[in-house]
């Protein structure tokens, strides 16, 4: 299986609301990221989880809370957005740093479409 | 901290013609990665350089690294309609855990 699912495709949501995202991978990759992307721009990392913690957090507001309960699955739990969080979020995964044998080649999800009004 | 920058933003490309599209970095990096990103899809990885002055191929696509390890090109040849999407590099610096992606080289392709 080399393949990450995210669910769901879209979502709509309310300022006041709470969702989750989920992703799961079943390529033993022991780290997993989320990334946001708006259209016609670049990912951009939010959270990386390496073995089960969470090792990077780029300054993301606190409304955005990640989890990792297992090494295949990885939440992004979403509470009183904002219209500028509408975004495209990813989830990818990749083998853990082998320092410069050159690992984490990212593989990423079909994303999961929010938009927030 | 680390910048990488593509260019052009967008190609327009004839099919059949040949492009080059770039990605140059602030700081030297330990290896380099291209992604593409078709329209309305997510991005897929395409290839990863390590060694300075590595050129890799992949059918009409091919891949540099500069010397210097801070920069790196992406050449189609014979561009075809399936060539269409965003191209993104991604660079990961010499004593980082992540990666930094490039702006992005958009590709639309004209029959």
């Known amino acids: 299986d080399t393949e990450v699912t995210q669910t769901p495709k879209h979502l709509v949501m309310g300022m006041t609301n709470k969702k989750s995202l989920k992703c799961e991978q079943h390529?033993?990759?022991?780290?997993m990221y989320w990334y946001k992307q708006k259209a016609k721009k670049p990912p951009e990392l939010m959270f990386v989880?390496?073995?089960?913690?969470?090792?990077i957090n780029e300054s993301v507001p606190s409304r955005f809370s990640p989890e990792c309960p297992n090494s295949s699955l990885l939440n992004l739990h979403l509470h009183a957005l904002q219209p500028e969080d509408s975004a495209l979020y990813l989830c990818?995964?990749?083998?853990?740093?082998?320092?410069?044998?050159?690992?984490?080649?990212?593989?990423f999800g079909a994303g999961s479409r929010l938009t927030v009004l | 901290g680390q910048q990488v920058m593509q260019i052009p933003q967008y190609q327009h490309v004839q099919e059949g013609e040949d492009f080059t599209t770039y990605c140059n970095s602030s700081?030297?990096?330990?290896?380099i990665q291209w992604y593409k990103q078709r329209p309305g899809g997510h991005p897929v990885f395409l290839i990863q350089?390590?060694?300075?002055?590595e050129v890799k191929k992949q059918k009409r696509l091919t891949f540099q690294f500069g010397e210097a390890k801070k920069n790196s090109s992406l050449h189609i040849t014979a561009t075809q309609t399936t060539d269409v999407g965003t191209y993104f590099c991604?660079?990961?610096?010499?004593?980082?855990?992540?990666?930094?992606f490039g702006g992005g080289t958009r590709v639309l392709v004209k029959p």
């Open positions: 989880y390496s073995y089960e913690k969470l090792s």
């Open positions: 390529m033993g990759h022991r780290a």
């Open positions: 700081t030297t990096l330990s290896n």
């Open positions: 350089l390590v060694k300075s002055g």
């Open positions: 990818a995964s990749s083998q853990v740093d082998m320092g410069f044998a050159g690992a984490n080649v990212l593989t």
């Open positions: 991604a660079g990961r610096g010499a004593a980082g855990n992540k990666l930094t």
